[in-house]
């Protein structure tokens, strides 16, 4: 096989008109803003100098740029790690521009292969129709839902029909696809890559080209496919698109992306007491990181609070108030205070919250282990085991050291660790 060609974009940025952009951003302190805006923690603004023409456009004609976000409804709760993106879509439109949350029910059912070393399973219509439901009620607790556009990629996909999916895949070669990290690895590696993976960057750019977007966000693994969408619309005669990418959120430990899969999530739907307790116990550096990505509040006051810090102030005060701020924007103000007061109750006070989990057993006597896991609280025996033995566990307020206990019919108040509570009814 010839080597593959370098892909066009590299060397956009060394073409790029650089003292056009510093001549506009000069002379304008209001685009020099919206820029800073536009940066703000993002991980790559491709190609910056693009993006400022485009921004001074929009300023002296009154038009608003279209800013793409495209999210395949492959799972039904959304938690903080997708806000990422949805937090700079929020802030592109508090600029005055016209956001379009794209629904990709068309390529949800070819499956992504961004990042995976093995085919992606695709999707029902069942699934996908079930999920698309739950989507845009969650990204409207960040959004403006009034002045956002909504779009399914199968307007346009699904009448392309094979003939025009045959005229679409005419415009993009096999080796450049083959510059992917995902599919090069796959390919030396002599591990499958379906025909219908190949499909996807091509569909997922000619979104771009059917919507005309001016810049399109996401995160730091969807890179090559936003870049199709710059080769798509300039295949179709359309000014290539910006792209913007937003870096993945470290989870609660600090180490891992966050991920349901990997327990380390903040769900935007789970309870105010429960969200604020996690990001509660995230570490004093992890909460910077959230805060550049998540709070609203801006630079300067990031960085004065950060100051505070440093210089004495309590960093736990700083952390409280994102917490709340965080509650605040998926619950209201009143649940964050409750959330607080819940908080200071159990971590200081050492109540119990007045809300917590009802769970009915039958079976006694049941061992405290096996109470644990049935209860929920505890994932498998062996981590019950750990929970007792490493002193995480109390029964109506009593510490319970030994592993081996066993308990009778009656109804219990069980904490594990700081935050997991149940009412257990033991028949």
Known sequence: MTPAPKHPAATDAAAAPAPTSAALL???????EALTITRRGCEELLIESEWVTKLARSKATGKPLRIKLGLDPTAPDLHLGHTVVLNKMRQLQD???????????????????????????????????????????????????ERTEIRYNSEWSDPLGARGMIELAARYTLARMLERDDFTRRFKAGIGISVHELLYPLMQGYDSVAL?????????????????????????????????????????????????????????????????????????ELMWRYYELLSSASIEQIADLRAQCAGGRNPR??????????VTRFHSRTAAERAL?????????????????????????????????????????????RNVEQGGVRIDGARVADRTLTLAAGTYVVQVGKRRFARIHLA
Do not use: W
Request: glycine share 10%.
């Open 341 to 385: 007061a819940d908080f200071e109750a159990r971590f200081r006070q050492g109540a119990i919250p007045e809300d917590i989990p009802e769970v009915r057993l039958e079976g006694s006597p049941l061992s405290v282990i096996q109470l644990l896991k049935l209860a929920g609280l505890a994932p498998s025996s062996a981590e019950a085991i």
């Open 212 to 284: 005309r977007s001016d810049i399109e966000l996401g995160g730091t693994d969807q890179k090559f496919n936003l870049l199709v969408g710059r080769d798509l619309q300039r295949e179709y005669g359309q000014e290539p698109q910006c792209i913007l990418t937003m870096p993945l959120l470290e989870g609660l430990d600090g180490v891992d992306k966050m991920s349901k899969s990997k327990g380390n999530y903040v769900g935007i739907t789970e309870a105010p007491a429960e969200m604020f307790g996690k990001i509660m116990s995230i570490s004093d």
């Open 95 to 145: 600029l005055g521009h016209t956001v379009i949350f794209l629904i990709g029910d068309f390529t949800a059912m070819i499956g992504d292969p961004s990042g995976r070393n093995t085919t992606r399973p695709p999707l029902t219509r069942e699934q996908i129709e079930a999920n698309a439901r739950t989507y845009f009620e969650q990204a409207s607790l960040v959004l403006d839902a």
């Open 26 to 32: 000069a002379g304008d302190p209001a685009l020099a």
């Open 317 to 326: 005060d700083a952390k409280v108030m994102l917490a709340q701020e965080i």
